[in-house]
């Protein structure tokens, strides 16, 4: 079998009975030994008038979007899989250009470009061609580096050996993006190939804030570099500035220091959430190690934090109980060091913060011994 093409459908009658043809006619006209999937979740007629154009109908148990294509790949054939949406917006006589790649051995996974092809009037929202599309894309290109135009694009082609290394789980329209982001993780050829876009036929089913802001979501999970590291850098590097700053050159302005020791004791949490993510990824096989993780994936790295802790602990106790004398010559009395005060919680909290972090990073070494 050269050739599986899947289609999710879901009240497709009238685009189906105008897709279907169109799709075996180009591929006829390849020579290729192919298979349509139709993977159905529909109350019309769509799955008799699919079974009736010669397709193979999979009614499709779970739901979404994603979970349509997770079916579709369990019973796909092929040695290259083909995916496009039935309803009329991509045209089938595309196929060819999306396919050669990968019969050329020239690419690993090809995606259409909408945005790069010819795209009829009305055929993509304003907010989706203009906004949505190209800034979810631009986010998941610098997260990921995969250097696309379009990855929302639903008309796509893969190896099927290159597409049983990718381990995609999620259900939902997120899919899209997921597809792309482990194809890039993963080292695999991709090849963006410029494609028309039609109006759909029919009614849309997207929801362009809530669809959006799950692809959104899916790339930040995946990303603990940019949703936890760099903000948690930053957030510690300015917080301790001002410490620093206002404690030795402006003792005066404790709003100014109070911040600074919010926003340092804050980044150095969010800095421990991100090296926890991303040491949990590698661990489960979704990350390849890098110099951070191999850092903190040592065996000795829990003697290095507690030390590292220990001594910003004992800093803090010992300015304390110095801090507590001045106060008890003083008949505790009135004591004006709120300086000082800031900056002994601060090294306390942080030397427990270090601490506790290096015991919960060691319980992911266990099994290391």
């Known amino acids: 079998m050269d050739v599986s093409v899947i289609l999710p459908t879901m009240n497709e009658e009238e685009a189906i009975r105008v897709v279907l043809p169109r799709i075996k006619g180009v591929l006829d006209g390849m020579g290729l030994d192919y ?140 899919f899209a993006s997921e597809m792309v982001i482990e194809a890039a993780k993963h080292g695999l050829r991709i090849r963006e190939v410029p494609i028309r876009y039609h109006p759909r036929i029919g009614k849309s089913k997207l929801s362009s804030f809530k669809d959006g802001w799950r692809h959104l979501r899916l790339m930040l999970l995946y990303s603990p570099t940019h949703l936890f590291l760099i903000p948690g850098l930053l957030l510690l590097t300015l917080g301790l500035f001002l410490l620093a700053y206002t404690y030795v050159f402006e003792p005066i302005r404790l709003h100014t220091m109070i911040l600074g020791s919010l926003l340092l004791i804050t980044g150095t949490q969010v800095l421990g959430f991100g090296v926890s993510a991303k040491v949990y990824a590698v661990k489960e096989g979704l990350e390849k190690p890098d110099r951070i993780t191999g850092f903190f994936m040592r065996y000795s790295i829990l003697e290095e934090g507690l030390l590292v802790g220990g001594i910003l602990l004992l800093m803090g106790l010992v300015l304390g109980v110095r801090l507590f004398l001045q106060w008890r010559n003083a008949n505790y009395g009135a004591l004006f060091h709120i300086q000082e005060a800031i900056l002994i919680l601060t090294l306390i909290t942080l030397g427990l913060q270090v601490v506790f972090f290096s015991f919960f990073i060691s319980v992911y070494m266990l099994k290391e011994g």
């Open 35 to 174: 298979e349509i999937i139709v993977v159905d979740k529909s109350s019309d007629q769509t799955p008799e008038i699919a079974k009736g154009l010669g397709a193979v109908v999979v009614r499709q148990r779970g739901r979404g979007y994603g979970d349509a294509y997770l079916e579709g790949f369990r019973r796909a054939r092929g040695k290259y899989v083909l995916m496009l949406d039935p309803d009329g917006s991509y045209d089938p006589e595309d196929i060819p250009a999306i396919l050669e790649p990968l019969l050329k051995d020239e690419a690993d996974f090809v995606i259409g470009s909408r945005l790069k092809g010819e795209m009829d009037p009305g055929a993509m929202p304003w907010l989706h061609r203009r906004i949505g599309n190209p800034l979810l894309t631009w986010v998941l290109n610098l997260f990921f580096k995969a250097g696309i135009s379009d990855a929302h694009c639903g008309m796509r082609a893969i190896k099927r050996d290159a597409l049983e290394k990718l381990p995609l789980k999620c259900k939902g329209m997120e």
